[in-house]
């Protein structure tokens, strides 16, 4: 999943001569925590809450209190590899930049929400805490969920562990027969937690 497919197209933004009561209004407007400052559509800087609620008393224009030349990332950017640049820097946005002009932002809400639904976890489904022994305990996993039919969302082996430890989290219509079948393949279920029941509105 890219970036381009999460992130945010219709950017609020603020030029660098703005009033910084200005920008503290549209933050309060729109819910938002960041806002881009461009210069004829290229990005200049970015200015924060925390920027603004911290400015000095000489401080009258969005200029004086921005970040020039922020952290940036390009819309061909893979989620996950965004997660970590904003985890890195402990920043809560990206601004989405392509051939230098702003075309989007990425807020940490919008990765969060890629990766619930890669995960699978808001579909019924099934996640199984598993422990074998042996090289192959991936690819044999995988194949006695491919012959039941099910469908694997995610597959994370601890190798720190010994026996190894694995975690998985799959959409299958008979999960018994695939519990039966992996412990029959020498692994032994630990854990097994089934999808939540729907809420009747």
């Given amino acids: 999943m890219l970036v381009r497919n999460r ?3 219709k950017v609020v933004t603020v030029e660098p001569p703005q009033l910084l009561a200005d920008a503290r209004a549209l933050l ?3 819910g938002i925590r960041q806002l881009p400052v461009v210069r004829r559509e290229r990005l200049v800087g970015i200015v924060t809450d925390r920027d603004l609620r911290s400015a000095p008393g000489e ?3 969005v200029a004086d209190v921005m970040t020039a030349k922020p952290i940036a990332i390009g819309p061909n950017t893979p989620v996950d590899e965004a ?3 904003l985890r890195t820097h402990k ?3 990206l601004p989405v930049v392509e051939s230098g002009n702003l075309v989007g932002i990425l807020a940490g809400s919008d990765v969060l929400d890629a990766f619930v639904d ?5 579909e019924p489904t099934y996640h199984l805490t598993l422990t074998g022994d042996g090289p192959d305990m991936e690819r044999r996993i995988r194949q006695v969920i491919d012959r039941e039919r099910g469908e694997l969302k995610w597959l994370h082996r601890n190798r720190r562990q010994q026996p190894a430890q694995v ?3 799959l959409k299958a219509r008979r999960i018994d027969d695939i519990v039966t079948e992996l412990e029959a393949g020498g692994f032994e279920v630990q854990a097994l937690v089934a ?3 729907k809420r009747r509105r």
């Fill in 7 to 9: 992130m945010s197209h």
């Fill in 167 to 169: 975690h998985l989290r």
């Fill in 59 to 61: 401080a009258k224009t």
């Fill in 195 to 197: 999808p939540s029941p």
């Fill in 83 to 85: 997660a970590r640049v």
């Fill in 91 to 93: 920043i809560g946005a």
């Fill in 118 to 122: 890669l995960s699978g976890v808001a």
């Fill in 28 to 30: 309060h407007k729109h």
